[in-house]
């Protein structure tokens, strides 16, 4: 009869830091899965979407805002549109709800020289506009109009609804099965 002995030892900081590791690279794996499940559900046309459907985008932007951010000291990850490229419109889309009234542009006499607006192109429920030099007083005046008239139009609209719209919740409940492979067997 043989007899064997064996003695172990736990090192549980380097334990720990493995499984810090392994959590911070599963959050990452399932930002990402969500993210891109968000993006594929965002069709880009130009007419907007159904109430409860995913919104459309007319340009793109918004699939292109969605980003996912891994916090390593507290172990979380956040998925969602960026609002310095997206604006804060999304979060109206996803939830519902009211808009406060836009702003007001600043009240200003043009003159030839300056650089002002003119409208580029109007639409029933969008108006872009640029800013060149006013090369005529016509010109100016047109730009100082404009701006009155912008300004007239936003003070005469109320507050806009916005129906629900989800995109990341839906995302979400969709890879909800999927997240705990991403944690299995990640400690290595």
Not at 47 to 69: A, D, F, M, V
Request: net charge positive; no cysteine.
């Amino acid at each position: 009869m043989i007899t064997l002995t064996a003695k172990t030892k736990l090192n549980t900081q380097k334990l720990k830091q493995k499984t810090e590791q392994a959590n911070f690279r599963s959050l990452g794996h399932a930002g990402g899965a969500i993210r891109l499940t968000a993006k594929r559900s965002i069709r880009k046309r130009k007419k907007p979407s159904q109430p409860g459907s995913p919104p459309h985008t007319q340009t793109g932007s918004l699939k292109r805002s969605i980003r996912y951010e891994v916090n390593k000291a507290i172990p979380d990850v956040v998925i969602g549109p960026v609002n310095e490229i997206a604006g804060r419109i999304w979060n109206l889309h996803e939830h519902g709800g009211v808009a406060k009234k836009r702003r007001l542009l600043k009240p200003h006499k043009f003159n030839a020289g300056d650089f002002g607006p003119i409208r580029v192109k109007q639409q029933a429920y969008n108006t872009k506009f640029a800013r060149i030099r006013l090369k005529s007083a016509g010109q100016a005046a047109r730009a100082t109009r404009l701006v009155e008239q912008e300004n007239d139009r936003r003070r005469s609209d109320g507050p806009r609804r916005y129906p629900k719209r989800p995109f990341m919740k839906p995302a979400l409940d969709i890879n909800r099965s999927r997240l705990p492979t991403f944690w299995h067997n990640s400690v290595r």
